[in-house]
């Protein structure tokens, strides 16, 4: 890959910032505690989901959770899920998350795929998902556990992350990751010079998929979520992105991409995702961030994958270290 691309580095300092303001959350074993100030008890509440009104425990143990965005919400509100899926192109559950977090989680197959006779031998009081992934199993589902559904993934990622605190039993402690999240932004904001200037410089986020095109991120999308929210600029391309989403091009468009910064990810096989061949040409070699040395190689289980506050707050960690230097 062109020598302009710069992995990760260790952000001791930066990272540390994140981890202190998602990763604060409570123990699993600690029941939350009411407005009260006293533990909350046994009994059931009802949560507002994409299928219906559901019925959960007020505070579950045995959580199962289909999908990236209920790993990374359970595990920032404190919960240690009983079982998990995993992404298709990843052997393990997502890197960024710390090992004794994700460490004793059961695998339960696939994202959109995920085995019922496993999920259904963890005996789960709660299932988390979305109708996206999981609609069309939402009887056999809700046949084992209490099974609470948000409408799909992704760009409702802080909405959806309400929904998971509901169930979780863990409002309480959602509200003060919320906080510390947008003092978090605040911080990058002004550590890029403050809103006007952040503003002014154009980034885009381009994903290689195996597969597919190349993906070039709109703003209704995770990562365009927490860009908006620092206030950085986006270049006109991303406003043409399907639905909002992205805006995909083979790597004989690739110059659409241009931007003052570009972030790059892959996701499966580098080769079959077209990335040499992409990176290694004309057109690529004359994009205004290639040539100004503003191309970062990011990882994609991180701010693509992951979708949630402690991933969120590793972004903006990598975010201000990037575009400070």
């Not at 710390?98 to 959109?112: K, L, S, Y």
């Not at 039993?169 to 605040?186: C, D, L, Q």
């Not at 096989?269 to 961030?289: F, Q």
Request: net charge neutral; proline share 3%.
């Amino acid at each position: 890959m062109n020598a302009s691309l710069k992995r990760r580095g260790t952000l001791i300092t930066a990272l540390a910032l994140g981890a202190a303001l998602t990763l604060t959350a409570c123990s699993s074993d600690d029941p939350e505690k009411d407005s009260t100030g006293s533990t909350a008890g046994g009994g059931t509440h009802t949560v507002e989901t994409a299928m219906g009104d559901v019925k959960v425990k007020n505070h579950p143990r045995r959580v199962v959770v289909l999908d990236t965005a209920e790993l990374d919400s359970a595990i920032t509100l404190g919960v240690k899920p009983v079982g998990a899926t995993r992404a298709g192109a990843e052997d393990a559950f997502l890197s960024y998350l710390p090992t004794d977090r994700t460490r004793g989680i059961t695998e339960v197959g696939e994202i959109a795929n995920p085995s019922l006779e496993k999920i259904a031998g963890l005996k789960p009081d709660l299932i988390l998902s979305s109708k996206i992934r999981d609609g069309q199993r939402y009887r056999q589902l809700s046949a084992i556990a209490p099974t609470v559904l948000t409408e799909t993934t992704g760009y409702p990622w802080k909405q959806n992350f309400l929904v998971h605190a509901d169930a979780l039993g863990r409002t309480a402690e959602a509200h003060r990751v919320i906080k510390k999240y947008a003092t978090h932004v605040a911080a990058v904001t002004k550590a890029l010079g403050g809103k006007a200037k952040a503003a002014d410089v154009d980034v885009n986020v381009v994903r290689f998929v195996e597969g597919a095109d190349i993906r070039i991120y709109g703003r209704k999308n995770y990562i365009g979520t927490l860009l908006a929210d620092v206030g950085i600029g986006r270049p006109a391309i991303t406003d043409k992105a399907k639905d909002g989403f992205s805006y995909d091009v083979s790597p004989e468009q690739i110059d659409k991409a241009d931007a003052d910064v570009i972030f790059t990810s892959t996701y499966g096989n580098p080769n079959k995702a077209k990335v040499t061949e992409t990176t290694t040409g004309g057109l690529w070699r004359k994009l205004k961030a290639v040539k100004d040395g503003k191309v970062f190689q990011v990882d994609d289980e991180l701010w693509i994958q992951g979708i949630g506050y402690t991933a969120a707050n590793q972004i903006l960690a990598e975010l201000q270290s990037d575009l400070t230097r």
